[in-house]
T-cell receptor, first 114, second 114 residues
Framework: GAGVSQSPSNKVTEKGKDVELRCDPISGHTALYWYRQRLGQGLEFLIY????????KSGLPSDRFSAERTGESVSTLTIQRTQQEDSAVYLCASSYAGGGTEAFFGQGTRLTVV | AQSVTQLGSHVSVSEGALVLLRCNYSSSVPPYLFWYVQYPNQGLQLLLK??????LVKGINGFEAEFKKSETSFHLTKPSAHMSDAAEYFC????????????FGRGTSLIVHP
């Protein structure tokens, strides 16, 4: 596609339920990032995929969070047993490998846990 | 390790006035620096980036930024603000010290008064 695509754009879920967020990166981009943006806050790094290397999971806030990526394509971020503090916009970005390359962002998934 | 500090969570200017958004970074190795803009309910869009070529970087929409190593700064400026510039602005740093994962500042909300 022309840009990074995320789905759904909005998700309302009940506390305790699991949710799955999807990201389709730009074709050819080997790097993929997930960030969380709480209301009025900056971007909080969650996880980074680079090609076939082991992902950098150092930003995941708890073991309720996990993510997968199939090759250099689609990624899914899963949040189990959602809590109200998980409410945020989840942003996905992709880029070519290497330093200094621009990260292209999707429009985000707004997650609301009620 | 790498980090970014954006001074001022909100900056208010009159239309036609100079825009100055401040960003200071910390990096133990030569950094790459970025400014992104986020309009309401949208993802982040790159304004400009510094990748060690020229210290004065020009970006889209009349914005520019100057890399000053001695001051560890990368402030964003625009000579004359437009109403359409009202948005959230994020400074980001990436480097080999951070596995080239962009680290973002908390953001600065630019308010433009008529």
């Amino acid at each position: 596609g022309a840009g990074v695509s995320q789905s759904p754009s909005n998700k309302v879920t009940e506390k305790g339920k699991d949710v799955e967020l999807r990201c389709d990166p730009i074709s050819g981009h080997t790097a993929l990032y997930w960030y969380r943006q709480r209301l009025g806050q900056g971007l909080e790094f969650l996880i980074y995929f680079q090609g076939n290397s082991a992902p950098d999971k150092s930003g995941l806030p708890s073991d309720r969070f996990s993510a997968e990526r199939t090759g250099e394509s689609v990624s899914t971020l899963t949040i189990q047993r959602t809590q109200q503090e998980d409410s945020a916009v989840y942003l996905c970005a992709s880029s070519y490998a290497g330093g200094g390359t621009e990260a292209f962002f999707g429009q985000g998934t707004r997650l609301t846990v009620v | 390790a790498q980090s970014v500090t954006q001074l001022g969570s909100h900056v208010s200017v009159s239309e036609g006035a100079l825009v100055l958004l401040r960003c200071n970074y910390s990096s133990s190795v030569p950094p790459y620096l970025f400014w992104y803009v986020q309009y309401p309910n949208q993802g982040l869009q790159l304004l400009l980036k510094y990748t060690s070529a020229a210290t004065l970087v020009k970006g889209i929409n009349g914005f520019e930024a100057e890399f000053k190593k001695s001051e560890t700064s990368f402030h964003l400026t625009k000579p004359s603000a437009h109403m359409s510039d009202a948005a959230e602005y994020f400074c980001a740093v990436s480097s080999s010290g951070g596995s080239y994962i962009p680290t973002f500042g908390r953001g600065t909300s630019l308010i433009v008064h008529p």
